[in-house]
Structure formats: structure tokens, C-alpha cells
């Protein structure tokens, strides 16, 4: 679906990074609170919606809708080895299969995604709930980027989530569907 709506001006962006920000530091929260330990968000940045830099790392992405009176997509990002470590903390189990696998990172998914789109529907006033998840597991830059295209996204906007050793990170995606001007 390509979007006709206007582009985003600069204080729609700035409203759009605030409401990420706020979404990413309860996506940290969550996090740590599974992982168990404390974990922080960096600063989110803006991207174009099909900016490609860096996604080829990325290995594994926890995918959401989120709908309601703010819809566009939610994702959980991980590299490989950031993935195995999650599930591994998760299961207390190296190598737990790949079906545990899929399970724990949906688990996580669902977790993060929750705490964050909560955060930002509280912050709105507003109802936000994220979709059923879906896990891609074999080019997941390239599929998140063609599914963000796909509805039209005017931008994306990425917070990391770290643990405090750096051991792992995940990033925390934001892509909001088009608006009109006076809906954010």
C-alpha cells in the first residue's frame, strides 16, 4: 500500500522519535526484566524507510502490527549471535532446538513489543495494541524493509536495546503509517 499522504514535517518527526524514546526505554525495562538483569535504550534514531545501512546484520526480526489509534509496524531486531544469547538466557540451554528456539523469540517478541507499545499508548492517551507476531528467522533486514515499504512508511525510526555488560543487543524498530497532519 504507497502512501499519498504529505510528507512529515520536523515536529511530526520530533513527536514520532519522543513517542520511540518513550517506547524503547519500557522495551529496555522488559528486556532486562527477562534476560534478568537491567538493560537501557539508547537515543532513537530517524531513518528513511528503506534506508538498507546496516540491516545486512541483522539475522533475526520479531515482527508487529500495531493497530489502533496508531497503527504501523513494531520490530524486535536481533544478529545471530545477539539471538543466541537471548534464548540461551532464556532456556538455560545452548542449543535447545529449533522449535524452542522460534518459541523463546516470540516470547521475547511479545514481551518487548507489549511494554513498548503500552508506553506509547499511555504517553498518547490512546489505544494501541500490538498484532500476533511474526518471526523472521532467513532475511530479515530485506523482509522488514519491504514489509515497512509495502505500508507506505514515510520513515523508520530504531532505538538500541543493551544489557549492561554489552553482552547483547536487540534494536527496537518503530515504523508509524502514514497520518494525516493534525493526527499525532
Not at 55 to 76: M, N
Not at 91 to 115: Q, T, W, Y
Request: some cysteine.
Amino acid at each position: 500500500m504507497k502512501s499519498t499522504s504529505p510528507p512529515l514535517d520536523a515536529a511530526q518527526v520530533a513527536r514520532f522519535r519522543a513517542l520511540a524514546s518513550v517506547g524503547a526505554q519500557c522495551g529496555s525495562l522488559a528486556l532486562g526484566s527477562v534476560l534478568g538483569g537491567t538493560a537501557a535504550s539508547g537515543e532513537p534514531r530517524v531513518r528513511g524507510p528503506g534506508d538498507a545501512e546496516g540491516t545486512e546484520r541483522w539475522a533475526t526480526s520479531i515482527v508487529f502490527e500495531a493497530e489502533g489509534d496508531l497503527t504501523g509496524l513494531v520490530a524486535i531486531v536481533l544478529r545471530a549471535a545477539d539471538r543466541d544469547l537471548a534464548v540461551s538466557r532464556m532456556v538455560g540451554e545452548a542449543d535447545p532446538g529449533d522449535h524452542v528456539v522460534a518459541s523463546a523469540l516470540r516470547e521475547l517478541g511479545n514481551i518487548i513489543a507489549s511494554h513498548t507499545v503500552s508506553a506509547m499508548a499511555d504517553s498518547l492517551e490512546a489505544t494501541i495494541l500490538p498484532s500476533v507476531p511474526t518471526l523472521v528467522m532467513d532475511d530479515a533486514g530485506e523482509v522488514l524493509l519491504s514489509l515497512i515499504t509495502q505500508r507506505g512508511a514515510k520513515l523508520r525510526i530504531e532505538a538500541d536495546l543493551l544489557d549492561p555488560d554489552g553482552d547483547l543487543h536487540a534494536l527496537l524498530v518503530f515504523a508509524p503509517d502514514p497520518i494525516e497532519k493534525d493526527e499525532i
